[in-house]
């Protein structure tokens, strides 16, 4: 089993900075990919931020310049620096990883980190 653990929600005013966290743990032989996705209140799920193992990035247009992410392999840990922070970004920041385990290649979901921008 495999378990996604995100950190680093919380309440920031506009035009401020944070640094989520998401850590995977359990039976793990690799992780190809792996991604930030938000959603907002009463909005649908959205693709934020894509990270793959060799260095890939994508990002969706409205992070653009503002936000980063990165990867430490070695510890299995994606980031997402996010700075310049606006109301619009206020949502749950869930954590998504294709991993490559004992049981083949799955699909996991961490619990989600709330980051609501106001002042």
């Known amino acids: 089993q495999v378990q996604l653990v995100e950190s680093g929600g919380d309440l920031v005013q506009p035009g401020g900075s944070l640094r989520l966290s998401c850590a995977a743990s359990?039976?793990?032989?690799?992780?190809?990919?792996m991604r930030w996705y938000r959603q907002a209140p009463g909005k649908q799920r959205e693709l934020v931020a894509t990270a793959t193992r060799g260095g890939s990035t994508y990002y969706v247009d409205s992070v653009k310049g503002r936000f980063t992410i990165s990867r430490d392999n070695a510890k299995n840990t994606v980031y997402l620096q996010m700075a310049n922070l606006k109301p619009e970004d206020t949502a749950v920041y869930s954590c998504n990883a294709d991993v490559i385990g004992r049981l083949g290649t799955n699909a996991y979901w961490g619990q989600g980190t709330k980051v609501t921008v106001s002042s």
């Open positions: 359990g039976s793990i032989f690799s992780i190809p990919t």
